[in-house]
């Protein structure tokens, strides 16, 4: 990310997010946008992920970890991918909307984390900073830099993002997986 968002286009994606989610509940077609009108930096390709809360509870929550189209068609395609389709959870009802708390998170590029053994790998991380990538195989899960707020110990994080990827916990201790990591601009309604 060369470019942090300014306050209005942080706004604007918030509005445009809440637009398609409300919509996508709601069983509507999410309206085309005219490009044209928005800034650079929104019709660029960007990765985001969108997560939604209820009473600061996690009800949904998806993204992508590559940009494959404008961070604006991103953030929208998400906001209603993660009311719908996040499968940790039921569909958002309608009665939910005026609850939903909605934050997007503007993803940088992945990059690899080398390190040598498990104890390295526990040195090299970065609370509260670095999202996290692990991969072993056909398996891969994230967790977004957010999620060190609830999981502020790094062996339990690693922990925790192995049993997402439906790895054993300490899958990280056994075998060298391929470990990226990446920052976000994270902002919120």
């Known amino acids: ?14 509005r445009l997010a809440r637009e398609a989610l409300e919509d996508g509940v709601r069983g509507k077609d999410i309206s085309p946008l005219n490009l044209t009108l928005l800034t650079p930096l929104l019709r660029a390709e960007g990765a985001s992920f969108v997560t939604l809360t ?16 404008s961070l604006v068609e991103d953030v ?17 009802r309608p009665s939910e909307l005026s609850k939903i ?20 790998l526990l040195s090299k991380l970065r609370p509260g ?17 957010q999620v060190w707020e609830q999981i502020p110990d790094k062996a339990e994080f690693l922990n925790h993002l192995c049993t997402k990827m439906g790895a054993a916990p300490n899958l990280w201790r056994q075998k060298a997986l391929d470990v990226q990591i990446y920052q976000v601009e994270e902002f919120h309604e």
Not at 58 to 68: A, H, N, V
Not at 78 to 83: E, F, G, I, Y
Not at 129 to 145: C, E, K, N, S, W
């Open 1 to 14: 990310m060369s470019e942090n968002l300014s306050d209005d286009e942080k706004q604007i994606l918030l």
């Open 54 to 69: 209820i009473n600061g509870q996690l009800r949904g929550c998806i993204g992508s970890l590559q940009p494959y189209q």
């Open 76 to 92: 929208r395609e998400h906001a209603v991918a993660a009311a719908l389709q996040d499968y940790r959870f039921p569909p958002v």
């Open 101 to 120: 708390h909605l934050e997007i998170s503007r993803l940088t590029l992945p990059q690899p984390l080398d390190y040598t053994d498990a104890a390295d």
């Open 129 to 145: 900073i670095d999202g996290v990538i692990l991969r072993d195989g056909p398996r891969r899960a994230t967790f977004l830099p």
